[in-house]
């Protein structure tokens, strides 16, 4: 039986070299598989899955507009789906992608985080959460060595930003893992 | 460090049994343990933890007042938190459980279902999946013997609802767990 | 595809309560289980699986003469296998039970331990732990509040043992879980 | 608390490219990590971690003299010790490294296979399984579409060998990963 997996983890933690190992693997054994990233993600470039390991290849992109169903209902011959920057997916998407799991029979993968630089859910995360026949971490540490489950945005200069929109990848904001004790210690002080 | 852990599964896995045993394991050793379950259920009796196999032990409830953190910060001496029924939390109930684990320094352990007889998300068990340091799934089997990962409502005459409130615990309705493929198949049949 | 699982953890995790429950599910589907445990451990009566909660039944008992693969090969109709105190099988009985689930299709669920009081492998369950095709563990916490990893046999007076047979279960022996740490901070002391 | 950790797999999932993958995540910290492989694996070169994506770096190497415990409590400021081809440790090392983990607190975590080409455990990897604090698995697929979890070795024209030394690298062999049915299946037929 086909299922929906979702391979969540913070920011960083190599969930992009994950997936290209993932199509490796199939590939390897003469299977085709279909890479699908987030068209508002263009940190390396739009319609590339890239690994901070150095590999990288193109992707096709999604959007609001993606029907999955039915673009994966007309390819023939497709062993798995993955899709990294899988938290920007919209609900009704992840809900035809449990259906392209179990009404046409099509391994799902999916890469993404959970939760924004505020600790709120990312709708698509959220609804691979809960459909998800599989929930799988891939793990990365904080700066204090304990294993990081939150995301932080800094700005430029390296300060810690807590208001703004869910989505920003624009400008020079990044992200950063963070355990949630340390969440809290500096939001405390800081926000 | 304290975490915050989400153990679920569909109907009918056992959730309040490894409740009641997580609780034995920790008095076993002289600790103190703090035990809630949702006031809404109410299906075995208000304010009780009750497993299919016969044990059950009286437990406080949490309604949509509960202030988890306010509570728990005024408590001493608990070794962990275990909340049954945690799909009823509220999203920000969740968020001060969150906290307890991370700035009190208290586990907690929840136990609940994920979506509902729509396949919808619990807001509270999304939030739960969102923040929670570790999740973990309790298997249980469909009646075609794969894993069961969706929730079914079915009436008093055993037929499967389609429409209706998210909560329903009133009456005559029951819950029975479906894996992905059997919920669709199902569906597409009656609803 | 059936699967041989392994649920392992420390002592006094839980997992005759947990084998119990899967029964429970099994058979409120109207599915057949067979249950085995083994025939040397009688610590409450010979041939009972027993929660420390309460619930107990009885089971079959296996010993190193166990046929399993001939067993059930000629039984109809099981739907699971359910195997406690798993580390008591032998290397012959794992690899049957591995058939079983690979060739004749039937699932198997064993529960066990992994290590004596001296952290050496029981041979049945480093061969569970080595073919099974799902490794889950049952938690339990150490006095210290960790989790526990390691298992410490004590005499009738609480006092460790550190030198003797692989087997004790006879007498005023009994067992305590630990977390590596604190299994080794006592060794050095004692041992 | 460090932790010992053992990640395993059938062969070909990838292990090599997830430990890479955490040596940059820790030194993306500014933190220093310690990586082993073994010396009697030279398929890409001695003394090398290897990624069939393409990345590639030095490690140190290891054999049956190696000291973990000695080596590793001389060396300061180690973040994460991490070990490929963890299978080839003698049982006596993996005592060693359960100690680095928890008498020197450093996290050591372990790549390997569980079974060698008979479905033979590996006693280095039954003795990681037994004391690991954390067990992962990295998935595979069989050719079947399945969870890959048996390794079987295969001649210079793609035969498969059912008898020989556990450990096999020179020469013309090489090794494919199947499903536990595949492994049976194939067996019956050829051995």
Chains 1, 2, 3, 4 share one sequence.
């Not at 023939?76 to 919209?90: K, N, P, S, T, W």
Request: charged share 25%; glycine share 8%.
């Amino acid at each position: 039986m086909a299922k929906l997996y979702f391979r969540y983890s913070a920011m960083n933690a190599g969930k992009s070299t994950a997936l290209l190992q993932v199509a490796y693997n199939y590939e390897e054994h003469g299977r085709r598989v279909c890479i699908y990233t987030a068209a508002v993600d263009h940190r390396f470039g739009s319609g590339y899955v890239t690994s901070r390991l150095g590999p990288k290849r193109a992707a096709a992109t999604f959007d609001e507009a993606t029907d999955f169903f039915t673009e994966l209902s007309q390819t023939d011959d497709i062993a798995c789906v993955l899709i990294d920057e899988a938290q920007f997916l919209g609900v009704h998407q992840v809900k035809h992608l449990h259906r392209v799991a179990h009404i046409l029979g099509i391994p799902v993968i999916c890469y993404g985080i959970r939760s924004d630089f505020q600790g709120e859910p990312f709708p698509g995360a959220a609804h691979l959460l809960t459909l998800a026949d599989s929930i799988e971490e891939l793990k990365n540490v904080c700066h204090c060595g304990k294993k990081a489950t939150m995301n932080v945005r800094v700005d430029e200069r390296g300060r810690r930003m807590t208001e703004g929109e869910q989505i920003a990848i624009e400008g020079d904001v990044r992200y950063v893992q963070m355990c949630g004790r340390c969440f809290y210690q500096d939001w405390e002080v800081r926000a």
